[in-house]
């Protein structure tokens, strides 16, 4: 499944995952965001990311300090595996496969959740 992964910021390490179906994911400064980043630098709503048929495409939204993938600024781009995007001071690896959840990390169903 297709990921950020926080390589620096407040939570370098943090895997952030994409949506399956095709929704639209917002990165900045506003609280209820996707990914909500703390930096002066990053716009109230800087970047989205959405889904194509060809993939997952980055977008700036008119930002002041620009959206970065490997150090070209873009407005828009399709993303590769290992691609590099920042957003402000905050830098994320971008990666087409996670590793497969493990049985302690898949939430349990309601029917398994039920008392008999």
Same mark, same amino acid.
């Given at each position: 499944?297709?990921?950020?992964?926080?390589?620096?910021?407040?939570?370098?390490?943090?895997?952030?995952?994409?949506?399956?179906?095709?929704?639209?994911?917002?990165?900045?400064?506003?609280?209820?965001?996707?990914?909500?980043?703390?930096?002066?630098?990053?716009?109230?709503?800087?970047?989205?990311?959405?889904?194509?048929?060809?993939?997952?495409?980055?977008?700036?939204?008119?930002?002041?300090?620009?959206?970065?993938?490997?150090?070209?600024?873009?407005? +828009?781009?399709?993303?590769?595996?290992?691609?590099?995007?920042?957003?402000?001071?905050?830098?994320?690896?971008?990666?087409?496969?996670?590793?497969?959840?493990?049985?302690?990390?898949?939430?349990?169903?309601?029917?398994?959740?039920?008392? +008999?």
């Amino acid at each position: 499944m297709p990921s950020l992964v926080m390589k620096t910021g407040a939570e370098p390490g943090r895997e952030f995952l994409l949506p399956a179906e095709g929704a639209e994911v917002k990165i900045g400064r506003l609280p209820g965001l996707w990914i909500t980043l703390v930096d002066a630098k990053v716009s109230r709503e800087h970047c989205r990311l959405f889904r194509q048929s060809t993939g997952w495409v980055v977008e700036d939204l008119g930002s002041r300090n620009g959206t970065y993938v490997n150090t070209q600024r873009i407005k +828009k781009r399709l993303l590769q595996p290992k691609d590099r995007l920042r957003v402000g001071q905050t830098e994320f690896d971008y990666g087409n496969e996670s590793a497969p959840p493990g049985p302690g990390d898949v939430l349990p169903t309601l029917r398994s959740t039920r008392k +008999k």
